[in-house]
């Protein structure tokens, strides 16, 4: 079946360490995102990426970083200069057509911060 | 800066009864509009959307009409279910790949 996996669902860190979440898709999208949600509020987009090897900050960069090496992948980390990282962290990708708008979600990751 | 207003934020509604949520967004360039649904603990599904072109979409018990000149879109959903109890995501469009989200409905439908 064709969908995009995070992992693990459930992540806990301890202040100062950095952690990477792994966001995987194959349904052969070139664009993929990545999103903080906290309780009460909207998606807000911490990065974004088109194409492979470019990618492009969003609202909420500071304190996280992301590669993007291969098509399928798009991992994200959250360093310890994000100074409230506790949040879920969706993951989602969509086709470069215009034409198909559509973006996918992944079924999240959980971060908690101890 | 680009913004999509929701509301309300929460809406209980008795089952059979219709819900309304409604949205409304800055970029006069924005043609594509959204609607997600997201249960707990879950990543947001897409239900519907609608682009610029048309005033309204249907599918079966969900609608969504746009009026672009007040840049307001909503989704109307009827018959309410317990299992349409949710949080539900308007969104629209900022270029070919941002996407501004509203804060999200937590809808109730009371059995």
């Known amino acids: 079946d064709g969908g995009i996996t995070q992992s693990p669902k459930y992540l806990f860190r301890k202040e100062g360490q950095n952690v990477t979440l792994s966001c995987e898709q194959n349904?052969?999208?070139?664009?993929m995102y990545w999103y903080r949600q906290d309780p009460g509020q909207g998606l807000r987009l911490i990065y974004y990426?088109?194409?492979?090897?470019?990618?492009q900050k969003g609202d909420i960069a500071e304190g996280y970083s992301v590669s993007r090496e291969k098509k399928e992948s798009f991992p994200l980390t959250v360093t310890s200069a994000q100074k409230n990282p506790t949040a879920f962290y969706l993951c989602?990708?969509?086709?470069?057509?215009?034409?198909?708008?559509?973006?996918?979600f992944g079924p999240g990751t959980r971060l908690t911060v101890l | 800066g680009e913004n999509v207003e929701q509301h309300p934020s929460t809406l209980s509604v008795q089952e059979g009864d219709s819900a309304v949520i409604k949205c409304t967004y800055s970029?006069?360039?924005?043609?594509?509009f959204p609607w997600y649904k997201q249960e707990l603990g879950k990543g947001p599904q897409l239900i519907i959307d609608?682009?610029?072109?048309?005033g309204e979409k249907k599918d079966q018990r969900i609608a969504v009409t746009l009026n672009k000149t007040a840049k307001h879109f909503s989704l109307h959903i009827t018959e309410t279910q317990p299992e349409d109890s949710a949080v539900y995501f308007c969104?629209?469009?900022?270029?070919?790949?941002?996407?501004?989200f509203g804060t999200g409905t937590r809808l109730k439908v009371l059995a």
């Open positions: 989602a990708s969509k086709t470069r057509r215009e034409s198909y708008n559509e973006q996918f």
């Open positions: 349904l052969n999208h070139d664009a």
């Open positions: 990426s088109q194409i492979v090897n470019d990618f």
């Open positions: 970029d006069s360039a924005s043609n594509y």
């Open positions: 609608i682009r610029s072109n048309v």
């Open positions: 969104a629209a469009n900022y270029g070919a790949y941002k996407y501004i």
